[in-house]
């Protein structure tokens, strides 16, 4: 076959098999521009970390002047783009306006990612310097780009935050929607295959490990089968809880209190108080009491779940 004859299937191809063609319609948001956005964002809020050459303090404001005209700019860009699609009345203006918005937020931002790097540097005693945290830790560069976008997305900017988003997930493999309430000193230790659904909500001092799923149960569907949009689907986890690896917590009326602990591959679709810890025991899942000063969840013995013991099966 003959590229002509390829290219003339394809335009056949476009004609007849539509819903994946974007043709004649608004210009959407560059996926390659949108990267350089959330890299060049990387080294604003996070100056002298990623430069390929040392930065000064003298240097500092030429740097940051020059590096924030041109987020300015790009930022501008692709938000009117993403208005446009949305179909908002005066979307330059729009896009000018929330564009400041956004970049007026960054100094605040930037005292809450610190939080993120103190919670990794305390809570991994492999890590060796704060240095290392910020040009070497997923958590880093994913939690980041998630606060960033979460801004827009409060201000209603379809398209671009998740866009921002799944920079970080391409990168890390760890998936946070835009919408996801994050408190501070949020840590996700190695990151690979935590999913952060759209309603969720995480305290503060929340730990996460490897394989973390914050998800739904199931979806609400209209008299046409579709999902509906915009209601409470994700659990929402307490301040100080640590979640260790590819636990599973499903459903907008989960809840996991505060001070709790919740073990490797629990799967939990119901709500947990304070201060308890959610096990595996022999093949249930068992909730007792956190004990004073526990950090760690203990392997457990084997066995059916003793009511003596303050245990309670889910």
């Not at 540097?121 to 040009?135: F, H, K, L």
Request: glycine fraction near 10%.
């Amino acid at each position: 076959m003959h590229l002509e004859d390829i290219k003339q299937a394809l335009l056949d191809s476009y004609r007849r098999d539509g819903g994946i063609n974007h043709l004649d319609g608004v210009n959407l948001p560059s996926q390659v521009s949108v990267n350089q956005l959330a890299a060049d964002c990387m080294h604003l809020l996070f100056p002298g970390y990623f430069e390929e050459t040392g930065l000064t303090e003298r240097a500092l404001p030429a740097h940051v002047g020059r590096l924030l005209g041109e987020i300015d700019r790009r930022l501008t860009a692709e938000i009117e783009k993403c208005l446009r699609f949305a179909k908002v009345a005066n979307p330059a203006a729009q896009a000018r306006d929330r564009a400041t918005a956004v970049l007026g937020e960054l100094p605040a931002l930037r005292k809450l990612i610190q939080t993120d790097v103190v919670a990794a540097y305390r809570g991994d005693p492999a890590a060796r310097s704060v240095e290392e945290i910020i040009v070497a830790y997923p958590c880093v560069l994913v939690i980041s780009l998630q606060r960033l976008a979460h801004v827009l997305y409060h201000l209603g900017v379809p398209l671009l935050p998740r866009m921002l988003t799944e920079f970080g997930h391409e990168r890390t493999g760890c998936d946070i929607h835009p919408g996801a309430r994050l408190g501070s000193h949020f840590f996700i230790d190695h990151g690979t295959g935590v999913v952060i659904g759209e309603t969720a909500t995480v305290g503060a001092h929340v730990k996460l490990y490897q394989g973390v799923t914050l998800g739904a149960k199931s979806f609400e569907v209209d008299s046409e089968g579709q999902p509906v949009k915009g209601v409470k689907r994700h659990p929402d986890i307490g301040d100080h809880v640590t979640i260790y690896a590819h636990a599973t917590i499903l459903g907008g009326d989960t809840s996991v209190g505060a001070n709790s602990i919740v073990g490797s591959n629990v799967w939990l679709m119901k709500s947990i108080p304070a201060d308890s810890v959610a096990l595996f025991k022999g093949d249930s899942v068992v909730v007792r009491s956190r004990r004073k000063h526990e950090n760690l969840v203990g392997h457990g013995s084997p066995g059916s779940p003793d009511a003596s013991s303050g245990e309670w099966q889910i």
